[in-house]
């Protein structure tokens, strides 16, 4: 969660210039944080208390994380936000189960990972499969329905 708000944190200052190259002027770093509001100063000062509370390896991954959150492809990172956004509106216990699943995602190994993948594939196959299946039962009814009102 913290890794998330501090990436996000860091791409609303990055955006600062590409929104300022738009107007024609480059403010500098001192004009952007003046522009600022309080709050916002505030918010930023406690992300960076956070920051620099965090162990030394910590900063690394969140900043490999970063890294590799901006490589992205656009649409991968605005949906990556979406999920964000769906997942800070959850109740706390909810989060919890998710937190509580995604680490025991992380724990497995990339074989483990890639047989459970497989398997939720086939079930979703099988899945789409069975409604197909399903419909086309269904449409054999309707159709079988019609001819009979029509044959009255």
Same mark, same amino acid.
């Given at each position: ?34 522009? %600022? =509001? *309080? ?7 406690? &992300?960076?208390?956070? +920051? @620099?509370? $965090? /162990?030394? #390896?910590? !900063? ?29 509106? %959850? =109740? *706390? ?7 509580? &699943?995604?680490?025991? +995602? @992380?724990? $497995? /190994?990339? #074989?483990? !990972? ?39």
């Amino acid at each position: 969660m913290k890794m998330i708000i501090l990436i996000i944190t860091a791409m609303i200052i990055n955006i600062s210039p590409i929104l300022a190259q738009e107007t024609g002027q480059t403010p500098t770093p001192k004009e952007r944080w003046q522009q %600022l =509001s *309080p709050e916002q100063k505030d918010k930023i000062r406690n &992300r960076y208390k956070k +920051w @620099k509370e $965090l /162990s030394p #390896e910590k !900063r690394e991954e969140l900043k490999n994380k970063f890294k590799k959150f901006k490589e992205l492809p656009p649409e991968k990172r605005e949906r990556a936000l979406e999920n964000f956004e769906r997942f800070k509106k %959850l =109740s *706390p216990e909810r989060q919890a189960i998710i937190k509580k &699943r995604m680490n025991k +995602w @992380k724990s $497995l /190994s990339a #074989e483990e !990972r890639k047989k459970r993948l497989d398997k939720l594939k086939d079930r979703h196959e099988k899945r789409k499969k069975m409604m197909k299946e399903q419909r086309s039962k269904r449409d054999e009814k309707r159709k079988d329905r019609k001819e009979r009102r029509r044959n009255r």
